[in-house]
């Protein structure tokens, strides 16, 4: 404890020498969020105005990646300023205030509180449950309450049980917007930029629930695709032959249904036309949060982040979820707004989620931080072609990284298993190049990214954990050996 207090006094005799009136930051995060958003061009027919009008009036980002395709291991990361390798924290469980190394960590939520913001939280920012109620109090002044979130008498989508998840589940509910949980978050996250202190900086976030399952939107949402005109994302039905067998380990055996199964049942479309009319709700509600940041006076002391946890499949690679190495999982929309932040501007270099603490730091006048693994995207921010070095790096469990520059992909995986692709010429990395001899020097170049630190999964990891075992040969998913003679799991 003695160690976490002098830090804080030093930041908070570092703010206090510095100017007045720190920007303010506007924290918006989203779960589950592909590159489905208009100005990224995920998706053909999606429709967020809301969030393309944000990215415009700064910086978008159109190659940034998560630290893990999971919710905590990349929360913990982005919240933390460390990769998952470098903690150990890949599944569900623990929080990062579980673990030894990061039991003191100063987060990113921490820094603002102890630098005298006014800070509040509404909405899921930590992964449900990670922060326990002893621990909330030092990261934000305020909890705001948890949203209700209605469930239908019974599901609505046609799957397999008894089995299911009963978070997999889609289709047009409630009746209406104010039932929803994002719509609630919005309002909470409005209400405390009505409440913020004129006399203080804040820092205020809005987590949003959608696009995660379960994908419930009211009907006004689904009529904005209707079925009849709905494009399919692409889909290589021999996709997978061309993968190593460890690849499927990565995501064994998971709640989210398989592509065969959502085929069988005829969930697939439904599954998609869901996904965008929730995407669609809660970017509107990210419209109500901006609004009201406009209508507060502060805008243009306000910095805006926006950003999502990891992707989603919706079949490609056979498959729905996260929990892979893949463009699905790893890409996320990403955009800054507001003072320092060139506006109108693209950039295509790699990005990290990991990069959003030290740039807010710097973008608010704090004391650069060496134990935090990002870095900077100021430079970007200014210059959208200012030169990047740094490739983004995305892990799944000890051992699997993918590495992913401008214009190529290289995973390495546990038993030293390899894919390559060509990101120009191959976006849906459709064919694994890396058995080919004549790029094995652009596979030796990309892989000296691999991190250096490859930590063992920390005590009390649970949920999606894989390990590998070099001396057997074993894979282990969730404490089950894997019989690598089995085809992948369905649903
Ligand atoms: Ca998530
Ligand atoms: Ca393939």
């Known amino acids: 404890m003695k160690l976490l207090f002098t830090l804080l006094s030093s930041f908070i005799v570092q703010t206090s020498s510095f100017a007045a009136a720190p920007p303010n930051v506007l924290f918006i995060a989203i779960d589950d969020q ?44 982005l919240l933390t300023g460390l990769r998952p390798s470098s903690t150990g924290i890949y599944g569900l469980a623990p929080g990062i205030r579980e673990v030894e190394q990061t039991k003191q960590h100063i987060t990113l939520p921490q820094t603002f509180t102890s630098a005298g913001y006014f800070t509040s939280t509404s909405g899921k920012i930590y992964h449900d449950g990670s922060m326990r109620g002893g621990d909330q109090k030092s990261e934000f002044n305020e909890w705001n309450k948890p949203s209700p979130t209605p469930k239908p008498k019974k599901p609505i989508a046609k799957l397999p049980g008894p089995g299911r998840h009963p978070a997999m589940d889609w289709g047009a509910f409630p009746d209406k917007d104010e039932d929803t949980p994002d719509w609630n978050i919005a309002k909470s996250a409005i209400s405390a930029l009505e409440r913020a202190p004129a006399d203080k900086p804040f820092f205020i976030t809005a987590g949003f629930r959608l696009p995660h399952v379960p994908c419930f939107a009211p009907q006004a949402w689904f009529d904005l695709y209707p079925d009849a005109e709905l494009q399919m994302p692409p889909v290589k039905e021999d996709d997978r032959v061309d993968l190593p067998k460890f690849a499927d380990f990565l995501h064994w055996k998971l709640p989210e249904p398989r592509l065969s199964t959502l085929r069988a049942m005829n969930e697939w479309r439904p599954l998609v036309r869901a996904y965008l009319a929730s995407t669609s709700l809660m970017d509107a509600q990210v419209g109500r949060v901006v609004a009201a940041m406009e209508k507060s006076g502060r805008a243009n002391n306000t910095i805006i982040v926006l950003w999502s946890d990891h992707g989603w499949h919706l079949g490609e690679k056979l498959m729905t979820g996260k929990n892979t190495l893949w463009n699905e999982s790893t890409r996320v929309p990403l955009a800054f707004a507001g003072p320092g932040i060139k506006a109108n501007q693209v950039c295509g270099s790699p990005a990290e989620l990991l990069d959003i603490f030290p740039t807010l730091l710097e973008l608010t006048g704090m004391k650069a931080r060496p134990d935090l693994e990002g870095h900077s995207l100021v430079p970007q921010l200014k210059d959208a072609t200012a030169a990047r070095e740094w490739p983004a790096i995305t892990t799944h469990n000890q051992g699997n990284h993918s590495i992913r520059t401008a214009d190529w992909r290289y995973i390495r995986y546990a038993d030293g298993s390899e894919e390559l692709y060509d990101e120009k010429a191959d976006f849906n990395e459709w064919t694994n190049l890396a058995k080919d001899p004549q790029h094995a020097a652009k596979k030796a170049e990309l892989a000296k990214w691999l991190p250096k630190v490859d930590k063992a999964p920390v005590p009390g990891s649970k949920s999606r954990i894989l390990t590998y075992e070099p001396v057997t040969g074993e894979a282990i998913w969730e404490d089950e050996k894997i019989d690598k003679t089995a085809k992948l799991p369905e649903p």
């Open 34 to 77: 592909n590159d489905w958003i208009g100005c990224l061009g995920g998706h053909p027919q999606v429709k967020t105005p809301n969030i393309d009008a944000l990215a415009k009036r700064g910086t978008l980002f159109t190659n940034a990646h998560c630290q893990a395709p999971l919710c905590n291991p990349s929360r913990s990361s």
